[in-house]
């Protein structure tokens, strides 16, 4: 049970997103439907049971964990698992601890954050202007995630900001919002919108702003240099020559990212997804509930589900239809 996690097309699985929590304090219209029906409590792994749970990982060579929800910082305790997370960073089994955010709480546990060994923070924020913040998030305020960003750079935390591009939204702020990552010394990723869950009226095919137009857009006032370089997630990076900042493109439509996947993610409710844009799942709660003193089924579960990781999703939007949709909603998996 010591040999690595390796998927059928050879590729080691070292990442694991890990969603904490299904629940949210924001309703992001490209996420969430307005009126949420949220999971039973009793459902959800408990802290202990997420301890067990990514330890479990981290002995079969996961190296990487990024906490996710929902809003991760919303579930009551949650700092007894990142300190509890601790320990596998000082054996140096574990190489990064971070989570992604939507910042509404990270003024009350950035320095927490800090000192439980997280050194990077993605925070979501798709506008910079206030009254659209409003009215994407629904219940969302951005001076509350601007106070939380300048907690958590004064902690010592690194961010980067996660946009997800949306046509007729956000067009009009794309070199204002790169101009503000500049000013603070804040990587910036761009994301594709994605077709997943019921998100009510919205629509997802109107929403779609390709990476690539938007690249095209950047190209008009900078220099753009692609790099090399690989943070264990989906982007691809370039650099602006005449900024020096790095700009990230998570493109799982236009161009996706399949051939060097090696996450996986696990709900809060303990079922394991090997891919974002597939159904098929592995329920690990049973094996890690049944057997409270015994690892030993979890792991096999663990391997089983590994050996069934596709080549690839099947998101599609090419066909002026959204193609390849899957109905659990983004916060239910992990965003």
Same mark, same amino acid.
């Given at each position: 049970?010591?040999?690595?996690?390796?998927?059928?097309?050879?590729?080691?699985?070292?990442?694991?997103?890990?969603?904490?929590?299904?629940? &949210?304090?924001?309703?992001?219209?490209? &996420?969430?439907?307005?009126?949420?029906?949220?999971?039973?409590?009793?459902?959800?792994?408990?802290?202990?049971?997420?301890?067990?749970?990514?330890?479990?990982?981290?002995?079969? %060579?996961?190296?990487?964990?990024?906490?996710?929800?929902?809003?991760?910082?919303?579930?009551?305790?949650?700092?007894?698992?990142?300190?509890?997370?601790?320990?596998?960073?000082?054996?140096?089994?574990?190489k990064e601890l971070t989570l992604t955010t939507n910042g509404s709480q990270l003024e009350r546990f950035a320095d927490d954050l800090y000192a439980a060994g997280v050194r990077r923070v993605n925070v979501s924020l798709d506008t910079l202007d206030e009254q659209k913040f409003a009215d994407i998030t629904r219940w969302g305020r951005l001076p509350q995630v601007i106070k939380g960003i300048d907690a958590a750079q004064k902690a010592g935390l690194r961010i980067k900001i996660n946009t997800v591009a949306l046509k007729g939204f956000n067009e009009d702020e794309l070199f204002t919002l790169v101009e503000w990552c500049k000013s603070r010394d804040m990587d910036l990723t761009f994301i594709e919108v994605m077709p997943m869950g019921d998100i009510g009226n919205e629509d997802r095919l109107g929403q779609y702003w390709k990476l690539s137009d938007l690249r095209a857009q950047l190209a008009e006032n900078y220099?753009?240099?692609?790099?090399? @370089?690989?943070?264990? %997630?989906?982007?691809?990076?370039?650099?602006? @020559? @005449?900024?020096?900042?790095?700009?990230?493109?998570?493109?799982?439509?236009?161009?996706?990212? &399949? @051939?060097?996947?090696?996450?996986?993610?696990?709900? &809060?409710?303990?079922?394991?997804?090997?891919?974002l844009g597939q159904e098929d799942m592995a329920d690990l709660r049973a094996p890690l509930r049944n057997n409270p003193a015994n690892d030993a089924p979890l792991e096999a579960e663990i391997r089983n589900a590994i050996s069934r990781k596709p080549k690839g999703h099947d998101f599609d939007y090419s066909r002026q239809s959204v193609d390849g949709r899957v109905s659990r909603h983004m916060s239910h998996t992990g965003g």
């Open positions: 049970m010591t040999a690595p996690l390796i998927d059928p097309f050879q590729r080691a699985i070292s990442y694991l997103r890990v969603s904490v929590t299904d629940r &949210c304090d924001f309703r992001c219209v490209y &996420c969430m439907s307005e009126n949420m029906t949220f999971l039973p409590k009793k459902e959800l792994l408990t802290l202990e049971e997420l301890d067990r749970m990514c330890s479990t990982f981290v002995h079969m %060579g996961v190296e990487k964990l990024r906490i996710t929800g929902g809003e991760p910082l919303v579930r009551k305790g949650i700092m007894t698992f990142f300190d509890a997370m601790t320990r596998h960073l000082e054996t140096g089994d574990l220099t753009l240099t692609d790099l090399p @370089e690989r943070t264990g %997630g989906p982007a691809r990076y370039v650099r602006l @020559e @005449e900024t020096g900042q790095k700009i990230g493109f998570i493109t799982p439509l236009t161009h996706n990212f &399949c @051939e060097s996947c090696n996450r996986v993610r696990l709900t &809060c409710t303990g079922e394991l997804y090997m891919c």
